[in-house]
Nanobody, 115 residues
């Protein structure tokens, strides 16, 4: 059974940084590209980053230039380093398979950026 457990969120001031982690289990992690997603209040879920099996990462939307994504296949964990955070980054952040998410989602981790 696919399990995704996100952590590392919190309350931070604008301009600050956070590092999110997502521990995955129940599937062969190293075989799948992974993605970070977020859902801001009143908005649809959007993709933030994708990390290929070999570690190459792509950032999307406003994350470009501020966030980096990485993975540790030995630990079945994917990371999202978020710098220069803005109030608009306030959202619940999730990880899942990139491009074709599993139906099962984790609980997410709340990121709140104060101005």
């Amino acid at each position: 059974q696919v399990q995704l457990v996100e952590s590392g969120g919190g309350l931070v001031q604008a301009g600050g940084s956070l590092r999110l982690s997502c521990a995955a289990s129940g599937f062969p992690f190293s075989n799948y590209p992974m993605g970070w997603y977020r859902r801001a209040p009143g908005k649809e879920r959007e993709v933030v980053a994708g990390v290929l099996t070999g570690g190459k990462a792509d950032l999307f939307n406003s994350a470009t230039g501020r966030f980096t994504a990485s993975r540790d296949n030995a630990k079945s964990t994917v990371y999202l380093q978020m710098n220069s955070l803005e109030p608009e980054d306030t959202a619940v952040y999730f990880c899942n398979r990139a491009s074709n998410p599993w139906d099962s989602w984790g609980q997410g981790t709340q990121v709140t950026v104060s101005s």
